[in-house]
């Protein structure tokens, strides 16, 4: 059972920073496109950047500047580093992924569970 297991949210300062890790267990065969959502309380759940396996990179417009996703294909890894972190940045942060069978017949979009990033003084 392929599942994604994000770490590293927490209580963070304004102007601090953060690094999220999403990691794909279970033996998964193939992962494409990687990345992360956010829900702030009270609103919609919204892109925040997309990686696919060759590195390219694709940015919600709003998060351009201080966010920056990375992977490690070999730890079926994916990061997202977060810095000079705002009050509105306070959310939710889910993983997701692309990821493909051992058949090679399907391919399934897999979500984590959330890891809760919150930005007060």
């Known amino acids: 059972q392929v599942q994604l297991v994000e770490s590293g949210g927490g209580l963070v300062q304004p102007g601090g920073s953060l690094r999220l890790s999403c990691a794909a267990s279970?033996?998964?065969?193939?992962?494409?496109?990687m990345g992360w959502y956010r829900q702030a309380p009270g609103k919609e759940r919204e892109l925040v950047a997309d990686?696919?396996?060759?590195?390219?990179?694709n940015y919600a417009d709003s998060m351009k500047g201080r966010f920056t996703i990375s992977r490690d294909n070999a730890k079926n890894t994916v990061y997202l580093q977060v810095n000079n972190l705002k009050p509105e940045d306070t959310a939710v942060f889910y993983c997701?992924?692309?990821?493909?069978?051992?058949?090679?017949?399907?391919?399934?979009?897999?979500w984590g569970q959330g890891t809760q990033v919150t930005v007060s003084s």
């Open positions: 990686i696919s396996s060759s590195g390219g990179t």
């Open positions: 279970g033996n998964p065969f193939r992962i494409g496109i």
């Open positions: 997701h992924a692309y990821i493909t069978s051992v058949s090679g017949a399907n391919t399934f979009h897999y």
